[in-house]
């Protein structure tokens, strides 16, 4: 495999770290010699996350359990664990929650003995979050409509440093059929296995217009074996679509009552469903479309989302 990079982005304030299947966006603000530091924390923590994760696949892609979590050896993939045991009432694997227990990795080694502003570690759309007291960031994300905002505000009382976006569209396999849904939560890997275990809710089983596969016949060494993940979704009434979505904000509002989410928005064809307090930013007429926000955001945003075809 090759070995880890990190490179500036042509912004000259971002840095991207790319290491095999884990791509990195990071970006600090405050003092000039504390996020100097913060990047050079970052870089040599990263070095290893990947060999690390790999040491422990196999027990990794096993199903986590109520009865207890398991002793791993490395700190990512022992914060994958913690993440998903709560969740194990239903079909649950630390792969789950490993794009956001890196971030939340490389996001502890960037920020310890360091005094920043703000932080973000944005790993394909599933983030953590550092705000010091006072601080807030604006996040834009996927599958807005029927008045919902496209970005939201992030600010440090509301104790959310974990955002984590899932869906059949994205980058991972999806048991439902949500396109997108959005969870926050108080770390990254707690935002990342949410998502995924509400997005698998958002669904109509059985339903003749949802194709679905195995997901070993896509990819022979996926951790959900010969279970059937959704590969199509065609036309839904609009009572499908209410009723796929309420099933999925069910799951939501109950993850929230355990306090294992702070706010979730789930999106499927247009429509939308929240659970908790998302508090729209503040938009000006001149500010970008989200389908230009990916290319261009206002500084201190963050791109919430990873990239669903429309």
Same mark, same amino acid.
């Given at each position: 495999?090759?070995?880890?990079?990190?490179?500036?982005?042509?912004?000259?304030?971002?840095?991207? !770290?790319?290491?095999?299947? =884990?791509? !990195?966006?990071?970006?600090?603000?405050?003092?000039?010699?504390?996020?100097?530091?913060?990047?050079?924390?970052?870089?040599?923590?990263?070095?290893?996350? *990947?060999?690390? *994760?790999?040491?422990?696949?196999?027990?990794?892609?096993?199903? %986590?359990?109520?009865?207890? %979590?398991?002793?791993?050896?490395?700190? +990512?993939?022992?914060?994958?664990?913690?993440?998903?045991?709560?969740?194990?009432?239903?079909?649950?694997?630390?792969?789950?929650?490993? $794009?956001? %227990?890196?971030?939340?990795?490389?996001?502890?080694?960037?920020?310890?003995?360091?005094?920043?502003?703000?932080?973000?570690?944005?790993?394909?759309?599933?983030?953590?979050?550092?705000?010091?007291? &006072?601080?807030?960031l604006t !996040?834009?994300?996927?599958g807005t &409509?029927? @008045?919902?905002?496209?970005?939201?505000?992030? /600010?440090?009382?509301?104790?959310? /440093?974990?955002?984590?976006?899932?869906?059949?569209?994205?980058?991972?396999?999806?048991? @439902?059929? $949500?396109?997108?849904?959005?969870?926050?939560?108080?770390?990254?890997?707690?935002?990342?296995?949410?998502?995924?275990?509400?997005?698998?809710?958002?669904?109509?089983?059985?339903?003749?217009?949802?194709?679905?596969?195995? $997901?070993?016949?896509?990819?022979?060494? %996926?951790?959900?074996?010969?279970?059937?993940? +959704?590969?199509?979704?065609? #036309?839904? +009434?609009?009572?499908?679509?209410?009723?796929?979505?309420?099933? &999925?904000?069910?799951?939501?509002?109950? *993850?929230? /009552?355990?306090?294992? =989410? =702070?706010?979730?928005?789930?999106?499927?064809?247009?429509?939308?469903?929240?659970?908790?307090?998302?508090?729209?930013?503040? #938009?000006?007429? #001149?500010?970008t479309s989200?389908?230009?926000?990916?290319?261009?955001?206002?500084? @201190?945003?963050?791109? $919430?989302?990873?990239?669903?075809?429309?």
């Amino acid at each position: 495999m090759e070995a880890p990079s990190a490179r500036w982005l042509p912004d000259g304030r971002r840095l991207h !770290l790319h290491h095999g299947p =884990i791509d !990195l966006i990071v970006e600090a603000f405050g003092r000039p010699d504390q996020i100097s530091a913060a990047y050079a924390q970052a870089v040599r923590r990263f070095q290893t996350v *990947l060999a690390e *994760l790999v040491d422990e696949l196999p027990d990794l892609r096993r199903p %986590s359990s109520l009865q207890g %979590s398991r002793a791993f050896r490395g700190p +990512t993939a022992r914060r994958m664990e913690a993440a998903t045991t709560p969740l194990a009432e239903n079909f649950i694997t630390p792969m789950a929650a490993v $794009a956001g %227990s890196v971030a939340d990795e490389v996001m502890a080694a960037m920020i310890s003995g360091r005094l920043l502003d703000r932080a973000y570690v944005n790993n394909g759309g599933d983030i953590a979050l550092h705000l010091a007291s &006072g601080q807030e960031l604006t !996040l834009a994300i996927a599958g807005t &409509g029927h @008045g919902f905002a496209d970005r939201i505000v992030v /600010r440090a009382d509301e104790q959310v /440093r974990g955002v984590a976006t899932s869906g059949w569209r994205g980058r991972s396999f999806s048991l @439902g059929i $949500a396109d997108a849904v959005t969870v926050l939560a108080r770390i990254g890997a707690e935002a990342d296995a949410a998502a995924t275990i509400i997005a698998n809710a958002v669904d109509l089983p059985g339903h003749p217009a949802v194709q679905r596969q195995p $997901a070993r016949e896509i990819a022979p060494d %996926s951790d959900l074996g010969g279970i059937p993940v +959704t590969v199509g979704v065609g #036309t839904l +009434t609009a009572e499908e679509i209410a009723e796929a979505l309420e099933r &999925g904000l069910s799951v939501a509002e109950d *993850l929230r /009552r355990r306090e294992l =989410i =702070i706010a979730a928005a789930l999106f499927l064809a247009g429509d939308a469903r929240v659970a908790g307090d998302i508090l729209p930013a503040l #938009t000006n007429e #001149t500010e970008t479309s989200l389908a230009e926000s990916s290319r261009v955001m206002p500084r @201190g945003s963050v791109l $919430a989302h990873r990239s669903f075809p429309a």
